[in-house]
T-cell receptor, first 112, second 115 residues
């Protein structure tokens, strides 16, 4: 069964600090790994997409890493801002299939 | 910019009512999706559509049906709403032509409450 597990479930950080979110996936055959940001009451918005051959990808202050051997990914937020408060969702895609497997998300709260 | 719109942000319906959720995308995308999102769970796929009048069941199709009469519009129908269908419903679309890893663009969501 395709599964995506994220940790922690939630975290609180002070503005300006860094944080790292974790994602473990069991998806076969694996195509790509995505990270989405979802603001409260909004639909998810894509941050990064990485294929099995990519180790890291950045989008501004967001940097995602992928280890296809251990089936792990992380999302690092640098110098957090209040606007980073959101749910971050890890998503794995099966090859040749539009179906995506979604993690439950990590809720990040940035405090001033 | 791709725009995916959903007909309502908030909806309150009574048990047994027939409910229509509408989704429209403006980028001529072939593929459209309906998901539901519940606390502590990842998004779960209800139905998707590859083309006009084409539909495929997702992981949780029970209690739902869909309609795609025009390329830009994908409707989710709850034939007889039940309280366990209280949820956030998200529509998404993606371009399946000539793209290796097509981006899924999401609408803002409809929060449905069934009482």
């Amino acid at each position: 069964k395709n599964q995506v597990e994220q940790s922690p479930q939630s975290l609180i950080i002070l503005e300006g600090k860094n944080c790292t979110l974790q994602c473990n996936y069991t998806v076969s055959p694996f195509s790509n790994l995505r990270w989405y940001k979802q603001d409260t009451g909004r639909g998810p918005v894509s941050l990064t997409i990485m294929t099995f051959s990519e180790n890291t990808k950045s989008n501004g202050r967001y940097t995602a890493t992928l280890d296809a051997d251990t089936k792990q990914s992380s999302l690092h937020i640098t110098a957090s801002q209040l606007s980073d408060s959101a749910s971050y969702i890890c998503v794995a895609e099966v090859s040749n299939d539009y179906k995506l497997s979604f993690g439950a998300g990590t809720t990040v709260t940035v405090r001033a | 910019d791709v725009k995916v719109t959903q007909s309502s942000r908030y909806l309150v319906k009574r048990t047994g009512e027939k409910v229509f959720l509408e989704c429209v995308q403006d980028m001529d995308h072939e593929n459209m999706f309906w998901y539901r999102q519940d606390p502590g769970l990842g998004l779960r796929l209800i139905y998707f559509s590859y083309d006009v009048k084409m539909k495929e069941k997702g992981d949780i199709p029970e209690g739902y049906s869909v309609s795609r009469e025009k390329k830009e519009r994908f409707s989710l129908i709850l034939e007889s709403a039940s309280t366990n269908q209280t949820s956030m419903y998200l529509c998404a679309s993606t371009d399946g032509q000539g793209t290796s890893y097509p981006e899924q663009y999401f609408g803002p969501g409809t929060r449905l409450t069934v009482t």
